[in-house]
Antibody
């Protein structure tokens, strides 16, 4: 069955760049049927959708992060990556990747367990 | 952005109880409403999609209803494994948004 596993540095300094990877196993990230999304949850707060990417590289992002955010797909490694520049303490969160169907208005049906990222000097 | 408001924020209940959680959208989202269960350190789990459709593998004690702006998730008979935080999420339009969650605790 499909599994998603996030990985990242754990600790990032303010103003630096956060890079995370979501590794997909049990299925192909190149499926034409799915988008791959990132969400985050700050301590004590709710979940926030950050953005989604298709295997072709097509993306859509939450407007508040659009200027700092990049997503990419590596089909050879079956991975999706997130890159967030100029991080601040407000970016401290658990980051999740998830899958949703390309058809419009679909739910996030499979999630990873998440990876904690702390922004601190 | 569409704001999602869940109530209550926390609920204490006993095994065997019937519980109903509520989610309200700030504007109509038809039935594009999804419910997730989240336990600490685990991957969130999709329970209900499209307001009332049960995700494959989810026990039938979970049910969803509603349309427009008001939605409910009902657990007909609480089991020990059901104590978790539940989130609603609208998939009607981007940015996709979540409610703040309802933490279901053991009484």
């Amino acid at each position: 069955q499909l599994q998603l596993q996030e990985s990242g540095p754990g600790l990032v300094k303010p103003s630096e760049t956060l890079s995370l990877t979501c590794s997909v196993s049990g299925g192909s990230i190149s499926s034409s049927k799915y988008y791959w999304a990132w969400m985050r949850q700050s301590p004590g707060k709710g979940l926030e959708w950050i953005g989604s990417i298709y295997y072709s590289g097509s993306t859509y992002f939450i407007p508040s992060l659009r200027s700092r955010l990049t997503m990419s797909v590596d089909t050879s490694k079956n991975q999706v990556s997130l890159r967030l520049t100029s991080v601040t303490a407000a970016d401290t969160s658990v980051y999740y990747c998830a899958r949703h169907e390309k058809i419009t208005k679909s739910p996030f049906d499979i999630w990873g367990q998440g990876t904690m990222v702390t922004v601190s000097s | 952005d569409i704001q999602m408001t869940q109530s209550p924020s926390a609920l204490a209940a006993s095994v065997g109880d019937r519980v109903t959680l509520t989610c309200r959208a700030s504007q109509s989202i038809s039935t594009f409403l999804n419910w997730y269960q989240h336990k600490p350190g685990k991957a969130p789990k999709l329970l209900i999609y499209g307001a009332y459709s049960l995700q494959s593998g989810v026990p039938s004690r979970f049910s969803g209803s509603g349309s427009g702006t008001d939605f409910t998730l009902t657990i007909s008979s609480l089991q020990p494994e059901d104590f978790a935080t539940y989130y609603c999420q609208q998939s009607d339009s981007t940015p996709y948004t979540f409610g703040q969650g309802t933490k279901l605790e053991i009484k």
